[in-house]
């Protein structure tokens, strides 16, 4: 005879302790090749399992008794730490590969000089890293997530089942991210109806970014935030929460390479102490075109989300998770 049991439904503490004890887990696992800089891979994993780990204690906080070493602050001070030699990893791989092999040959060696410059930023940024790996915060984190982990202490609020809190627990960040100003740069309202500049020229959005640029790079951080929350929940929904995911990955990524052309603009002008067109005019050119396409990309993710009914259709797949709460959350 076969006896039917019913599923267990989990609680918002099985989900916090879980994301907990995966995210700490994957940044420990690279902590020592880190250390060691052996694979730039190492270094990249190690700051999204830390950016995970961070996102799954700022998220659960409401329901979690943590202690004072664990805290969100704390993490973040560390992550950024990974995040600025990651940085300086990611610069020199798109020099190399995405510009460099395009140059001709007197910009190629004009180009040594930024090189040199970031070789030795990079040394001083490892060892920071180092230090940082090394030092009291970094162990306490560490000793302090795996005490909790070992005898976890939650709020009342942990014990709710998870369905009955998820839309809360998504909805206030999911409103920042669509009530972001950045959705309204390179538009005008007109009679209450927002209006997205299609026709602007190659100077028009170049003096959009320099002045608007900085509200767009906060849009980006705000979807990076949104999809990492909502990877904590992937297996209590269904396709088109999905979608969503893949959609706030899609402005992430768009964003993401916009700010890194900016940053890389900057960065070779303190270089050089001066604008780029003066040293390296074809590279000058080239950045300007990828700012140009990539604009090109944003504008209709821009017009889409701009638009009452997809806003409304993100709402009404948050509000309503699927009935199966057994599953395994995935990274």
Not at 69 to 92: C, E, F, Y
Not at 138 to 161: F, G, I, N
Not at 182 to 196: D, F, R, S
Request: hydrophobic residues 40%; neutral net charge.
């Amino acid at each position: 005879m076969i006896l039917l049991t019913e599923p267990t439904v989990k609680s918002l503490k099985d989900y916090a302790y879980q994301a907990i004890q995966q995210h700490l887990k994957k940044t420990l696992k690279w902590e020592k090749p880190v250390k060691k800089d052996e694979d730039p891979e190492a270094l990249h994993q190690m700051r999204v399992g830390m950016r995970r780990l961070r996102t799954a204690i700022s998220r659960f906080d409401l329901a979690l008794n943590l202690p004072k070493p664990a805290s969100d602050k704390k993490i973040g001070k560390i992550a950024r730490q990974l995040g600025n030699l990651r940085d300086l990893d990611v610069l020199k791989e798109t020099l190399e590969t995405l510009y460099q092999p395009h140059l001709p040959h007197q910009e190629q060696e004009v180009l040594q000089t930024a090189f040199n410059a970031l070789a030795k930023q990079r040394k001083d940024a490892f060892s920071k890293t180092q230090t940082t790996l090394k030092d009291a915060a970094y162990k306490s984190l560490k000793q302090a997530l795996a005490d909790w982990l070992e005898k976890p202490s939650y709020q009342p609020l942990a014990s709710l089942p998870i369905q009955q809190v998820l839309p809360d627990l998504l909805l206030p960040e999911v409103s920042s991210f669509l009530l972001h100003p950045g959705w309204l740069v390179g538009t005008q309202v007109v009679n209450a109806e927002i209006k997205i500049c299609t026709n602007w020229t190659p100077e028009q959005i170049e003096q959009q970014l320099a002045t608007e640029g900085e509200i767009l790079h906060s849009l980006r951080k705000q979807a990076k935030r949104v999809r990492y929350q909502m990877e904590l929940f992937t297996d209590l929904y269904g396709e088109s929460y999905a979608a969503c995911i893949a959609e706030v990955k899609g402005i992430q990524d768009i964003l993401g390479q916009l700010q890194d052309n900016v940053v890389m603009a900057e960065w070779l002008g303190d270089v050089f102490k001066s604008e780029i067109d003066a040293h390296l005019p074809t590279f000058a050119a080239l950045l300007a075109s990828n700012r140009y396409q990539l604009w090109q990309q944003w504008q209709p993710l821009q017009e889409r989300y701009l638009k009452a009914e997809n806003k409304h259709s993100f709402y009404l797949t948050i509000l309503h998770p699927s009935n199966d709460s057994s599953g395994e959350q995935t990274s």
